[in-house]
């Protein structure tokens, strides 16, 4: 590889995005040359959503329906809940922030609670305290980083309450699996570890759920009825294009798999050798993940560290920084205090993490990280004037 060739001089990306090639790709293109079919319901798009219920269930296959984003398939969803206008939806303050822009979008207000310190996640056993002191029409949980949400323990929330829930698993195949009780979301965008370049799909043992959200997708045409219009949509099509790569990647899906479970594992046993220091997400061992974040020892500040790997070449992020509750736009949707997502937040750092960055990558960025560590740790005083409580993407 090119950094091992040239040393440091190199800088070390944050991510590489990795889709099937142009031959993977050809076949569904002649097919597509072949059936002249482009978008609108497609041949393609079909078979994805076949393959991706027999993937998430073979026993019990759900219903998926495939969308142009992972942002429409939050927005689709939330619209064919049917839920009352302006409806309160509690989700967690750590997160991206469509989340909450999908919420607004579909004319609801979102509800901002905090995560539990484990795992950086909105729990159920949060929603219930919250829910039994104010009013919710609905609960959309985020699979944090890929981390999959307990779909038996949502599941009988809504059995208990009777507060619909969607998940929001946007970067979670291969990890989060589908509810009995709960629709769930995911995104295909190009970061994700199964991926279409752009797209998204939502996931529901709900049939009617599955149909209104199809014809939410296709501006409210309801081709059962007429093509007829009772509720308004928009265009959320999946292309046949986008499908196609898709489909590639499913393809492909054992071997994607199986690499990055093999890669988080090299990664955390030299973290654990370079940084015993950095706290890792509760129950992230072993999953399929698209990216990997790291908590820093108490008291460190996130952006701190980040500046001094740049200094060294090295490219992080700090995901999910500002908290929701700290964009302007959100600022007034707090439902309570949130002293676990703000702590926490501030000391997230996203590392470099893709399927081709070779053992000696890791090997420096976990040393370079443990190098900073002990740098900030040895500081008498802090190195930036920045004002606590801010945060940089």
């Not at 004319?107 to 539990?116: Q, R, S």
């Not at 014809?215 to 999946?238: A, Y």
């Not at 997502?341 to 399927?355: D, K």
Request: with cysteine; net charge neutral.
């Amino acid at each position: 590889m090119q950094d091992e060739a040239i040393g440091h001089a190199s800088t070390i990306p944050l991510m590489r995005a990795q889709l099937p090639d142009a031959d993977a790709l050809l076949p569904y293109l002649r097919r597509i040359d072949a059936a002249r079919w482009y978008t609108n319901f497609g041949p393609l798009a079909n078979e994805l959503e076949q393959r991706l219920a027999t993937q998430l269930d073979p026993g019990d296959t759900p219903a998926v329906v495939s969308l142009s984003s992972g942002t429409a398939a939050l927005e689709l969803a939330l619209g064919a809940m049917q839920l009352p206008a302006g409806a309160q939806v509690l989700l967690p303050a750590l997160t991206f922030v469509a989340t909450a822009t999908a919420v607004i979008r579909v004319g609801h207000m979102p509800l901002i609670a905090d995560v539990d310190a484990g795992n950086w996640l909105l729990t159920p056993g949060i929603a219930r305290r919250i829910a039994a002191s104010r009013r919710i029409d609905a609960v959309m949980p985020v699979a944090t980083f890929g981390l999959a949400q307990d779909t038996a323990a949502w599941d009988r929330f809504v059995e208990d309450t009777g507060i619909p829930v969607l998940i929001d698993a946007a970067g979670a195949f291969g990890n989060q699996h589908a509810a009995q009780h709960c629709h769930v979301a995911f995104s295909l965008h190009a970061t994700k570890a199964l991926a279409a370049g752009e797209g998204g799909f939502v996931v529901t043992r709900d049939r009617a759920m599955a149909a209104r959200i199809r014809t939410l997708s296709n501006f409210g045409i309801d081709l059962e009825h007429g093509s007829q219009v009772f509720f308004p949509g928009g265009n959320g099509k999946l292309s046949e294009y986008h499908a196609a790569v898709a489909l590639a990647s499913l393809d492909q899906w054992p071997d994607i798999e199986r690499s990055r479970r093999a890669l988080q594992a090299r990664y955390f046993r030299q973290l654990q050798r370079s940084c015993p220091g950095v706290v890792l997400q509760e129950q992230a061992v072993g999953g399929v993940y698209p990216i990997l974040v790291v908590a820093l020892p108490s008291g460190v500040r996130a952006r701190e560290i980040q500046q001094a790997l740049a200094a060294r070449g090295i490219q992080t992020r700090q995901w999910y920084c500002p908290t929701l509750d700290r964009h302007p736009a959100f600022a007034s949707f707090g439902a309570e205090p949130l002293p676990v997502a703000h702590s926490v937040s501030e000391r997230l750092l996203g590392l470099p993490f893709y399927l081709d960055i070779t053992t000696t990558q890791i090997r420096r960025v976990c040393e370079s990280l443990a190098s900073v560590l002990a740098e900030a740790a040895g500081a008498t005083r802090p190195t930036s004037s920045q004002p606590a409580g801010t945060c940089h993407p």
